[in-house]
Every structure is written in C-alpha cells, then in structure tokens.
C-alpha cells in the first residue's frame, strides 16, 4: 500500500449532490493537503490541513482529519460541473523533508 | 503575482533523444520541487531546490534525469537519453514556506514514442 491512497477511486454524482472522498496515509505527518487537476492541467492546491487541526472549511470544501487513525476526509457540498476533476490527498511530514507524498487520486465525475 | 510556470506544456520525443523541462517558480520561492505522474500511477516526488542547491534529490529514477537552477531562480530537468518508460506529466512546484503549502505549475506532459 502506498502512503496517502484514496477511496475511492471514481466517483459520479449529479450535479447539487455532494461528494466525498477518503484518504488514508501510514506515517506521522505535519500537514496533509488535498490538490484538484483539472484535465491536462496543473495540480490546483485546495486546502491545507495542519496535524494538530481536525477540521478545515473553505467555501463548499470541508476537509477532516483523523491523526489517531491516519485518515482524512474532503467534502464537496454543493457539487457543480465544474467540479469534475481528480482530487488528490498528499501529505508533508517534516522527517522526510516536507516533500509531498501523494495518493492515487480519486476522480470525480459530477453530471449536469 | 504570476504563478509557476512551466514549458514546454507539451513535448514528443523519439526514443533516445534528450529533452529539456524548464520551470520558473514564483518569484522569491527559494524552494522548487518537481514531481512527476507516469501513465495510471501515483505522482512521486523527484527532487527539491532550496535555492541553487539539491536539498533531496532521492526521488530521481536514474542518472539518465540532471536537475539544474543555477542561480536558484528557474530550473531545468534534463533527460537524456530519454526511454519510453519516462513518458508521463512532469510538474514543478515553488513554495516560500513550506508549511503553507505549494504552488504547482500547469506541468509539462512528456511522451516518449
């Protein structure tokens, strides 16, 4: 198993329904971010979530974490068409140089 | 301010040939990192500047990948010969401070063919 997989892997919802997506990762961290990429396009930074945080929100983005169980979680309310992109988890610890492990991503499919 | 850029946005090469990857992060980001995604698989770390110097260079495949930034502004990545293996999306990213998270290029798509 990787560090930082996600559940699951697709996801398809109607557009106004919301979306949500796991992320589990193995080691200690100090922060865990999740990244949107659009199509062919660049990583797009969404939220960051330090470890001594359990919840973030940002516009119609909640994102959770569970350090004792070595989990997160990203809400999106209120999906949108546009919304339609992979999400990504990636978390930094400062023990492996605050490089970026990333899981596999979860893509997501939101139908007008 | 202008965001991380990155060219080529596109590159097909054939086997064997060398190409060059550049990224220019955002001004004043002494850190630069650069990633890459091959094909169905996850995006691994490949290296990361402070400045001008390699702080972590443990995530590069092989000696065939040269990471430069001379003067620790833009940086280039390097490979030569390239092997059809290497085809995938390269991005950079720069941040100031790391615990406030990074800045991602639009990335760099190589095939190799």
């Known amino acids: 198993s990787q560090q930082g997989e996600e559940d699951p892997q697709a996801l398809s919802i109607q557009e106004g329904e919301n979306a949500t997506m796991n992320c589990s990762y193995k080691?200690?961290?100090?922060?865990l971010q999740w990244y949107r990429q659009n199509s062919g396009r660049g990583l797009v930074h969404l939220i960051l979530i330090r470890s001594n945080e359990r919840e973030k929100h940002s516009g119609r983005l909640r994102v959770t974490l569970d350090t004792s169980k070595k989990s997160s979680s990203l809400l999106i309310t209120a999906s949108r068409a546009a919304d339609t992109a992979s999400y990504f988890c990636a978390t930094s610890s400062e023990a492996a140089g605050n490089k970026l492990t990333f899981g596999g991503g979860t893509r997501v499919l939101v139908k007008p | 301010e202008a965001g991380v850029t990155q060219f080529p946005s596109h590159s097909v090469i054939e086997k064997g040939q060398t190409v060059t990857l550049r990224c220019d992060p955002i001004s004043g980001h002494d850190n630069l990192y650069w990633y890459r995604r091959v094909m169905g698989k996850e995006i691994k770390f490949l290296l990361h500047f402070v400045k001008e110097s390699k702080q972590d260079e443990s995530g590069m495949p092989n000696n065939r990948f040269l990471a430069e930034r001379t003067g620790g502004t833009y940086s280039t990545l390097k490979v030569q010969p390239a092997e059809l293996e290497d085809s995938g999306v390269y991005f950079c990213a720069s941040s100031q401070v790391i615990s406030l998270g990074y800045t991602f290029g639009s990335g760099t798509r190589l095939t190799v063919v």
């Open positions: 080691t200690s961290i100090n922060n």
